[in-house]
């Protein structure tokens, strides 16, 4: 009997490990789709630049500080030896271009007042991801799941009438997000060093745009001191939610990451029509009444899937 109670005791701190973990991975994942949510607010606020500015400060910025972390981490050796392989090369060149072209597109949504297109499209993204993973991994779906899928692309169609044409930004990022994701599957780095080799690999792209394409400091960086300082967060901007997100991912179960993820699109949907009233007609509440079904759809699959592993 007196031995079991060291067992008891190892146990109970094992017990409280896991659920402190837990707790920090839910706050992480909390905290990484709460800023996405909020983004757009900030991309308004860099309005005086054009998207494509945007887009290569923020590439830059973002990859100074993540030389920063992984120089920290120790990771530059493992980068520097993946930049030897072509193959490695080509994935994360692959990966680097569709998240440089999410990042542009989803920029101009914002700016141009597509914002509720754009959150629909993150919506969408879960989908789409469950479809290729059908397409190229070999991934089985569950009826629910399949219901799910048809009703968020039913979603889609009603928003044709809702906006009076082809819904091309929530699908584009939809697609673009989910192919980037297919490519960091099979490319060999993990999530930081990963994006950090993407971002060095445009990175000329993007110096290029602002050396040669800008036109001058001024178009760069904007008119004063305040406009350059907000140039300059738009690489916390980025890295801070994805170092939040990667944070959860090696902490929690996806089934609750992919239940969280919805809080994203959720807070764009919200500050799109409710900050900068963006229309919402019948049309639209029906369309996003559909997304929301597939949502709920999937979550409780998800929850049903945890509660089997659990057992």
Same mark, same amino acid.
């Given at each position: 009997m007196a031995e079991s109670f060291p067992d008891? =005791?190892?146990?109970?701190?094992?017990?409280?490990?896991?659920?402190? @973990?837990?707790?920090?991975?839910?706050? @992480?994942?909390? =905290?990484?789709?709460?800023?996405?949510?909020?983004?757009?607010?900030? /991309?308004?606020?860099? @309005?005086?630049?054009?998207?494509?500015?945007?887009?290569?400060?923020?590439?830059?910025? @973002?990859l100074a500080i993540l030389l920063c972390i992984v120089i920290w981490t120790g990771e530059l050796r493992t980068i520097r030896?993946?930049?030897?392989?072509?193959?490695?090369?080509? /994935?994360?060149?692959?990966?680097?271009?569709?998240?440089?072209?999410?990042?542009?597109?989803?920029?101009? =949504?914002?700016?141009?007042?597509?914002?509720?297109?754009?959150?629909?499209?993150?919506?969408?993204?879960?989908?789409?991801n469950m479809w290729f993973g059908f397409l190229w991994f070999g991934e089985r779906h569950k009826?629910?799941?399949?219901?799910?899928?048809?009703?968020?692309? =039913?979603?889609?169609?009603?928003?044709v009438p809702a906006v009076g044409h082809f819904p091309w930004v929530a699908l584009t990022l939809a697609l673009s997000f989910s192919l980037y994701a297919v490519v960091k599957k099979r490319a060999p780095l993990g999530s930081r060093a990963g994006l950090t080799i993407e971002t060095g690999l445009i990175a000329p792209l993007a110096l290029g745009w602002l050396v040669f394409g800008a036109g001058s400091m001024r178009a760069a960086f904007g008119a004063d001191a305040g406009h350059a300082w907000l140039v300059a967060c738009a690489g916390i901007a980025t890295t801070l939610p994805l170092l939040f997100f990667g944070h959860a991912a090696r902490s929690i179960r996806l089934s609750t990451l992919g239940i969280l993820q919805f809080l994203?699109?959720?807070?764009?949907?919200?500050?799109? /029509?409710?900050?900068?009233g963006e229309p919402m007609g019948t049309a639209r509440v029906v369309s996003f009444s559909l997304i929301w079904i597939a949502?709920?759809?999937?979550?409780?699959?998800?929850?049903m899937d945890g509660r089997k592993r659990r057992g």
């Open positions: 008891c =005791a190892a146990g109970g701190n094992e017990q409280r490990r896991r659920v402190r @973990s837990d707790t920090a991975g839910v706050g @992480s994942a909390l =905290a990484a789709f709460f800023l996405w949510g909020v983004l757009p607010v900030f /991309w308004k606020q860099l @309005s005086f630049l054009p998207p494509l500015t945007i887009v290569a400060q923020r590439t830059l910025w @973002s030896e993946t930049l030897r392989s072509p193959r490695g090369v080509a /994935w994360h060149l692959a990966a680097g271009l569709l998240l440089a072209a999410n990042w542009l597109l989803y920029v101009w =949504a914002t700016l141009n007042d597509r914002i509720v297109e754009g959150a629909l499209g993150y919506y969408l993204n879960p989908f789409f009826p629910r799941q399949r219901v799910a899928i048809g009703l968020a692309l =039913a979603g889609v169609l009603v928003q994203g699109p959720t807070l764009q949907f919200l500050i799109g /029509w409710r900050l900068y949502v709920a759809l999937y979550a409780a699959d998800a929850v």
